[in-house]
């Protein structure tokens, strides 16, 4: 099993936007579980507000090997995903490791 764990910081310079592209980018990500086989288990989150110095979102996705993970990454829901999120951020961070 390989965990894929993702965390962006948004663009937006306003809290109030980038709250709002945070909560799009939570809701884009949760719409894959049951879309992208690839998935075995899906976590997403927003940063609590209070929280400062913290990336915005952050997903844990499982899958069951690197074959899942590829699929995952070019799976085209997966891709469409990415470029509203690449739209709206301005740093990301990732590691994958095996469970």
Same mark, same amino acid.
Request: charged share 20%; glycine share 8%.
């Given at each position: +099993?390989?965990?894929? $764990?993702?965390?962006?910081? +948004?663009?937006? =310079?306003? &809290? =109030?936007?980038?709250? &709002?592209? #945070? #909560? =799009?980018? &939570? ?7 049951? $879309?992208?086989? &690839?998935?075995?288990?899906?976590? $997403?989150?927003?940063?609590?507000? #209070? $929280?400062a110095g913290n990336a915005d979102v952050a997903v844990v996705i ?17 891709? =469409? ?11 990301? +961070? ?6």
């Amino acid at each position: +099993m390989i965990r894929h $764990v993702v965390v962006w910081t +948004m663009a937006a =310079e306003d &809290a =109030e936007t980038r709250a &709002a592209h #945070a #909560a =799009e980018v &939570a809701r884009l990500l949760r719409g894959l579980d049951g $879309v992208v086989p &690839a998935i075995r288990s899906l976590t $997403v989150g927003t940063n609590d507000p #209070a $929280v400062a110095g913290n990336a915005d979102v952050a997903v844990v996705i499982d899958v069951d090997d690197l074959d899942g993970l590829q699929a995952y990454q070019t799976h085209p829901a997966h891709q =469409e995903v990415v470029g509203f999120i690449r739209s709206v951020t301005g740093g990301r +961070m990732a590691v994958d490791f095996t469970l």
